[in-house]
């Protein structure tokens, strides 16, 4: 399914300007980094994908729906957003009670919500607390909760804000290992993060926000390596292509795998 | 001066414990980082070495945690305060919300430690400066962004000028802005040799740049103590869970790609990187 | 003005305001509290949130116990529809115990700063507890605003349908309301944790980096209005028990 941003400006009740001119187009089993300071207007950007916010110019549409025309909770359809503090969101008994809120929603039989809460449950690796109180969990097994929350809704299009917030080393691999699963499945996601060592292992695209405008949208890898634009955003490069810069090599590296490739290929240094 | 002994803690209502035969000697004025896995036992440690376990979270303790000679568990939780800082991970929370401008906040501590109005003022400038918030502090202190808060928090413990500042993961929360200034001052506190500061993050990159040692716990227990180079390039990395900065993890791969045996100690920061690959 | 002067003073207005026969509430208002208010330089702010406060009582009270008195004396109009005298009265009475407790009230929360209040009766022995809970529930209601829009917003991205009809609105109250109460009760605990940090649990005096003002003049005003307001509210109960 499509996503097309058209033109967008959002502007506050108070009047401040929140985003200007924002446009994006982005296809299904693409994975596209968001990337900016706190501020730039990623989060507002965010809600205007599912409806939360309508903007006061232009439209967003995913596939044929416009939203403006449809509730968040029929965007929720086709819009999946995952949002950054699960205590946002968490109030059911169980684990397994969370992760059913979504697909109750859209009405799914009895099967089809067990199939669906079991496998998102399976692919954050909590299947096993599916009993348990989501809050007995640690605030990042929450935030994972969350996750397989909405995963259970199955959407086409999926929004992460901030999934690597206060995850350890192997909570980013299995969010990595997630969003790749997910691409490879055929759906967009789109992923919010100041996370940059994040958002070059994992996203291809990249679209790099500050106050309200898109500075640039590519290549990540392209984007990314750009140290003063990337400064103009209060934004450093990822480690590395930092390593990469520092080495002279080209920058179309995006994995650990490929800078070793390239590390190999470099001409012999004098 | 910390000196833990023997150290295991159960939380109530757990069988199994968050920390087990923990032995621990810091020196005054080290700069320590602890790592590990999400539930290893990096929290739990920091809230012992300042006193939150056992007075705070009450469960079964064993053991004893001595600052500067003192037996903490025998200490009241209100009295330690002066000598030993906490700061947590969430910057918003820490917020007293008893005092409505930046720089009454930071006093506040030390109105209820009683300190005479003369000596408040300077105390409470020299902690605004040391995290380079001495611009804002007639703001009140929910108006800051989330690392203006974080370093709110610390400037909060540093005017207590306590011995000991232990911080659980203060970056967390916060964008790559807060993290520097973050960083910027736990690196200055460490530099300047005031107190003992120990720090546990996920942020292995930045822990390693700045800390003289690091701790790695595993299932409540120590596996790991050394320089930062030494634990992050042990052959027990994965086995322990203790993660590694993405630099070390390239200079690993490198190693191995090129048909290298393990050499000793692998980078740990950008700098290090490029000099052993250039 | 010491804020615990402050504080003694409207309790005065409030006991005398009470125990006067009611014409005297508005002299009172007019002769005392009106100049308080201008002398402390507030007069415009406190003559419009009384009226505020005021007009919503008022109005309703005048009409209904003007027109529905029993047997009561027309006075302005005629028949049914007229304003009884006795009715009047009553409000104007009625009227005038309500101005006094909102004018103290009023006189006490626009003059004062609530912290700095709270913090010189810290000071003078109340426990830290107290000035801790009034303090923070004023600031209580916004974030609790703020962040309810947020779980909203968490909510409705998972299918929640909160337009419509009423059912639709009295299911969505659980995944609203838990996560507001659970998410809360967490921040408690971690607040609580950041205040040990700051010795607030610590027994002893407690110092102030404001120097909050008192002369001994104040505290013998305070001393003499207190026993005035006992005096007044014991003649006043005498009275009552006599007539």
Same mark, same amino acid.
């Given at each position: 399914?499509?996503?097309?941003?058209?033109?967008?400006?959002?502007?506050? %009740?108070?009047?401040?300007?929140?985003?200007?001119?924002?446009?994006?187009?982005?296809?299904?089993?693409?994975?596209?980094?968001?990337?900016?300071?706190?501020?730039?207007?990623?989060?507002?950007?965010?809600?205007?994908?599912?409806?939360?916010?309508?903007?006061?110019?232009?439209?967003?549409?995913?596939?044929?729906?416009?939203?403006?025309?449809?509730?968040?909770?029929?965007?929720?359809?086709?819009?999946?957003?995952?949002?950054?503090?699960?205590?946002?969101?968490?109030?059911?008994?169980?684990?397994?009670?969370?992760?059913?809120?979504?697909?109750?929603?859209?009405?799914?039989?009895?099967?089809?919500?067990?199939?669906?809460?079991?496998?998102?449950?399976?692919?954050?690796?909590?299947?096993?607390?599916?009993?348990?109180?989501?809050?007995?969990?640690?605030?990042?097994?929450?935030?994972?909760?969350?996750?397989?929350? &909405?995963?259970?809704?199955?959407?086409?299009?999926?929004?992460? @804000?901030?999934?690597?917030?206060?995850?350890?080393?192997?909570?980013?691999?299995?969010? !990595?290992?997630?969003?790749?699963?997910?691409?490879?499945?055929?759906?967009?996601?789109?992923?919010?993060?100041?996370?940059?060592?994040?958002?070059?292992?994992?996203?291809?695209?990249?679209?790099?926000?500050?106050?309200?405008?898109?500075?640039?949208?590519?290549?990540?890898?392209?984007?990314?390596?750009?140290?003063?634009?990337?400064?103009?955003?209060?934004?450093?490069?990822?480690?590395?292509?930092?390593?990469?810069?520092?080495?002279?090599?080209?920058? *179309?590296?995006?994995?650990?795998?490929?800078?070793?490739?390239?590390?190999?290929?470099? %001409?012999?240094?004098? | 001066?910390?000196?833990?002994? @023997?150290?295991?803690?159960?939380?109530?209502?757990?069988?199994?414990?968050?920390?087990?035969?923990?032995?621990?000697?810091?020196?005054?004025?080290?700069?320590?980082?602890?790592?590990?896995?999400?539930?290893?036992?990096?929290?739990?440690?920091?809230?012992?070495?300042?006193?939150?376990?056992?007075?705070?979270?009450?469960?079964?303790?064993?053991?004893?945690?001595?600052?500067?000679?003192?037996?903490?568990?025998?200490?009241?939780?209100?009295?330690?305060?002066?000598?030993?800082?906490?700061?947590?991970?969430? $910057?918003?929370?820490?917020?007293?919300?008893?005092?409505?401008?930046?720089?009454?906040?930071?006093?506040?501590?030390?109105?209820?430690?009683?300190?005479?109005?003369?000596?408040?003022?300077?105390?409470?400038?020299?902690?605004?400066?040391?995290?380079?918030?001495?611009?804002?502090?007639?703001?009140?202190?929910?108006?800051?962004?989330?690392?203006?808060?974080?370093?709110?928090?610390?400037?909060?413990?540093?005017?207590?000028?306590?011995?000991?500042?232990?911080?659980?993961?203060?970056?967390?929360?916060? @964008? $790559?802005?807060?993290?520097?200034?973050?960083?910027?001052?736990?690196?200055?506190?460490?530099?300047?040799?005031?107190? &003992?500061?120990?720090?546990?993050?996920?942020?292995?990159?930045?822990?390693?740049?700045?800390?003289? *040692?690091?701790?790695?716990?595993?299932?409540?227990?120590?596996?790991?103590?050394?320089?930062?180079?030494?634990?992050?390039?042990?052959?027990?990395?994965?086995?322990?869970?203790?993660?590694?900065?993405?630099?070390?993890?390239?200079?690993?791969?490198?190693?191995?790609?090129?048909?290298?045996?393990?050499?000793?100690?692998?980078?740990?920061?950008?700098?290090?990187?490029?000099?052993?690959?250039? | 003005?010491?804020?615990? &002067?402050?504080?003694?003073?409207?309790?005065?207005?409030?006991?005398?305001?009470?125990?006067?026969?009611?014409?005297? &509430?508005?002299?009172?208002?007019?002769?005392?509290?009106?100049?308080?208010?201008?002398?402390?330089?507030?007069?415009? %702010?406190?003559?419009?949130?009384?009226?505020?406060?005021?007009?919503?009582?008022?109005?309703?009270?005048?009409?209904?116990?003007?027109?529905?008195?029993?047997?009561?004396?027309?006075?302005? !109009?005629?028949?049914?529809?007229?304003?009884?005298?006795?009715?009047?009265?009553?409000?104007?009475?009625?009227?005038?115990?309500?101005?006094?407790?909102?004018?103290?009230?009023?006189?006490?929360?626009?003059?004062?700063?609530?912290?700095?209040?709270?913090?010189?009766?810290?000071?003078?022995?109340?426990?830290?507890?107290?000035?801790?809970?009034?303090?923070?529930?004023?600031?209580?209601?916004?974030?609790?605003?703020?962040?309810?829009?947020?779980?909203?917003?968490?909510?409705?991205?998972?299918?929640?349908?909160?337009?419509?009809?009423?059912?639709?609105?009295?299911?969505?109250?659980?995944?609203?309301?838990?996560?507001?109460?659970?998410?809360?009760?967490?921040?408690?605990?971690?607040?609580?944790?950041?205040?040990?940090?700051?010795?607030?649990?610590?027994?002893?005096?407690?110092?102030?980096?404001?120097?909050?003002? @008192?002369?001994?003049?104040?505290?013998?005003?305070?001393?003499?209005?207190?026993?005035?307001?006992?005096?007044?509210?014991?003649?006043?109960?005498?009275?009552?028990?006599?007539?």
């Amino acid at each position: 399914m499509n996503l097309v941003v058209d033109g967008i400006h959002y502007r506050y %009740p108070s009047g401040t300007s929140a985003l200007e001119d924002v446009s994006l187009q982005a296809s299904a089993g693409e994975s596209v980094a968001v990337v900016g300071q706190n501020g730039a207007g990623k989060t507002t950007f965010a809600k205007h994908l599912n409806g939360l916010l309508k903007p006061t110019r232009g439209s967003v549409r995913a596939g044929d729906w416009d939203t403006r025309r449809h509730s968040p909770a029929q965007m929720s359809a086709r819009v999946g957003m995952v949002f950054q503090n699960p205590g946002d969101q968490l109030f059911a008994r169980t684990v397994w009670e969370e992760v059913a809120f979504g697909p109750r929603n859209q009405h799914l039989g009895k099967d089809a919500i067990t199939e669906r809460v079991e496998s998102s449950l399976e692919a954050v690796g909590l299947l096993a607390v599916r009993e348990g109180h989501p809050y007995d969990l640690a605030t990042p097994q929450r935030k994972l909760v969350a996750l397989a929350a &909405t995963l259970a809704m199955a959407t086409p299009i999926l929004v992460l @804000d901030e999934p690597s917030l206060g995850q350890d080393t192997e909570g980013v691999s299995l969010l !990595g290992a997630l969003i790749d699963g997910l691409v490879a499945e055929g759906r967009l996601v789109l992923t919010i993060t100041h996370d940059l060592d994040f958002a070059l292992e994992h996203c291809p695209r990249a679209i790099l926000m500050a106050e309200g405008r898109v500075l640039a949208d590519g290549k990540s890898a392209e984007i990314l390596s750009q140290s003063k634009l990337l400064s103009s955003a209060d934004l450093e490069p990822p480690v590395l292509l930092q390593l990469a810069a520092g080495l002279e090599m080209p920058a *179309r590296i995006r994995r650990i795998s490929e800078f070793v490739a390239a590390y190999a290929e470099r %001409p012999p240094q004098v | 001066m910390i000196e833990v002994r @023997d150290l295991t803690y159960s939380y109530p209502g757990t069988a199994a414990p968050a920390l087990r035969a923990v032995n621990l000697s810091i020196p005054r004025g080290q700069v320590v980082g602890i790592v590990g896995a999400n539930g290893a036992g990096k929290s739990t440690l920091c809230y012992a070495l300042t006193g939150y376990v056992p007075h705070f979270f009450a469960g079964s303790m064993s053991g004893t945690v001595r600052v500067d000679g003192r037996d903490i568990g025998k200490v009241p939780l209100g009295q330690l305060a002066a000598e030993i800082g906490l700061v947590f991970h969430n $910057p918003f929370n820490q917020i007293s919300g008893a005092r409505l401008t930046v720089l009454e906040e930071v006093a506040f501590g030390l109105e209820n430690m009683g300190v005479e109005r003369g000596a408040m003022l300077p105390r409470a400038l020299t902690a605004l400066q040391a995290t380079g918030l001495e611009h804002l502090t007639e703001r009140s202190p929910y108006s800051l962004s989330g690392g203006e808060q974080q370093r709110l928090a610390i400037a909060a413990i540093l005017a207590m000028e306590p011995s000991v500042m232990v911080m659980d993961e203060p970056t967390s929360q916060l @964008d $790559p802005v807060g993290t520097r200034e973050v960083f910027a001052v736990l690196r200055d506190l460490a530099r300047s040799r005031r107190a &003992t500061v120990v720090v546990a993050e996920h942020k292995l990159g930045w822990l390693a740049a700045f800390s003289d *040692r690091l701790i790695g716990i595993h299932n409540g227990e120590i596996v790991a103590d050394g320089t930062p180079q030494e634990v992050f390039s042990s052959e027990r990395i994965d086995e322990w869970r203790l993660g590694q900065p993405l630099v070390t993890k390239v200079g690993r791969a490198v190693e191995v790609a090129e048909g290298r045996p393990r050499t000793g100690l692998l980078p740990v920061t950008v700098e290090q990187a490029l000099d052993a690959l250039s | 003005m010491n804020p615990l &002067t402050k504080l003694v003073l409207a309790g005065f207005l409030l006991v005398l305001g009470l125990a006067v026969p009611w014409p005297g &509430t508005y002299v009172l208002f007019i002769a005392l509290i009106l100049p308080l208010a201008l002398a402390g330089r507030i007069l415009k %702010p406190f003559l419009v949130a009384l009226f505020k406060l005021i007009t919503p009582f008022a109005v309703p009270m005048i009409l209904i116990q003007g027109l529905f008195w029993t047997g009561g004396t027309p006075v302005i !109009g005629e028949g049914p529809l007229s304003l009884k005298a006795e009715g009047l009265l009553f409000s104007a009475a009625s009227i005038g115990r309500i101005l006094i407790l909102a004018s103290s009230f009023l006189l006490l929360s626009l003059s004062t700063r609530t912290d700095i209040l709270m913090r010189d009766l810290v000071q003078r022995g109340l426990p830290n507890q107290l000035l801790y809970i009034v303090v923070t529930s004023l600031q209580i209601l916004p974030r609790l605003q703020a962040r309810a829009r947020t779980i909203l917003d968490a909510q409705r991205s998972r299918g929640l349908e909160t337009e419509g009809n009423l059912f639709h609105r009295l299911r969505a109250v659980v995944p609203l309301v838990g996560p507001l109460l659970l998410s809360s009760l967490i921040d408690v605990e971690e607040r609580a944790l950041a205040l040990e940090g700051r010795a607030f649990n610590r027994p002893g005096p407690r110092t102030s980096l404001i120097e909050i003002s @008192d002369t001994r003049r104040e505290a013998l005003a305070r001393i003499g209005l207190s026993v005035a307001a006992v005096v007044i509210f014991v003649i006043r109960i005498a009275w009552a028990l006599v007539s």
